[in-house]
């Protein structure tokens, strides 16, 4: 797209920071001389099972959450803005932030701590948003996208014959009454004018019909927009999970 190589940088591994200066005459901007426009990169490890798609990935990932069409934007913008370089004053910069580990790993602050926010006065964002109608761009004042947690619950009980259940200490049906008790937390321990969304999505134990196993899984997630409720979940959670764990 014409931009020099110097401008051109990795960062964090396999994301990218991408500087388009301005090469116009004139003033702009006042006080912010730089601003940044982020998309995440990444995909998820589950295949993509939609033969009817042209552009179906090939591999064990894919993009779920519409990473690719947000990697398409920001290279879109990216094409748009090279060539009007001219219209941008000397002075004012346009950045673009490729981000990776959005998923898992949380990209953002490994980028941030090698430097690619620096100079940067405003950042923008984006993400698609399937029930909204194709060409339009939807904004909202406050908080627009939630942040995650991550939940993973591993109960440890004693495995035996399933003709004994009295023998052992059963780890499926402490699962059960963990999950049971994770969906009272929004009605009992949080603020009703506060939000926020617990999910489990995975529930894993056993691989036979007549046999305990020694151990279950829980899997899922948290969505806040106050890092106070998603320190309060998290508590609760770790409350519940162990407190029910032990009754069983």
């Known amino acids: 797209m014409g931009i020099e ?15 388009i200066k301005g090469l116009g005459e004139g003033e702009g ?3 912010v001389q730089c601003i940044a ?7 998820l490890p589950m295949g993509e099972n939609n033969e009817a798609l042209g552009y179906r990935s090939e591999t064990d990932h894919a993009h779920m959450c519409g990473h690719d069409g947000h ?31 959005e998923e898992g790993e949380g990209g953002a602050l490994p980028m941030i701590a090698e430097g690619c926010l620096h100079q940067v006065e405003e950042v923008y964002g984006g993400h698609n948003e399937p029930e909204f109608p194709l060409g339009h761009i939807v904004t909202k004042p406050g908080s627009c996208m939630a942040g995650v947690c991550f939940v993973d619950i591993q109960i440890l ?34 603020d009703a004018f ?10 894993q134990a056993g691989t036979t019909n007549n046999v305990f196993p020694d151990s ?13 409720v998603g320190l309060k979940v998290k508590q609760r959670i770790e409350e519940i999970a162990s407190t029910t764990a032990k009754a069983h």
């Open 71 to 101: 990697t398409a934007m920001l290279l879109a913008a990216a094409s748009v803005l090279a060539q009007k370089r001219i219209s941008i004053p000397k002075q004012l910069t346009v950045r673009l932030l490729f981000q990776p580990a």
């Open 29 to 31: 901007g006042g006080e």
């Open 194 to 203: 506060e939000t926020f969304v617990l999910t489990i999505c995975s529930i």
């Open 37 to 43: 426009i982020r998309a995440d990169i990444d995909a």
């Open 216 to 228: 279950a899984f829980l899997k899922g997630s948290i969505r806040f927009f106050s890092d106070e």
């Open 157 to 190: 009980g004693r495995g035996g014959h399933g003709s004994q259940p009295w023998t052992l200490k059963d780890p499926v049906n402490a699962a059960a009454h963990v999950l049971v008790g994770l969906n009272a937390i929004q009605a009992r321990n949080v």
């Open 5 to 19: 190589e110097e401008n051109v940088k990795t960062c964090f591994n396999t994301g990218l920071v991408v500087d």
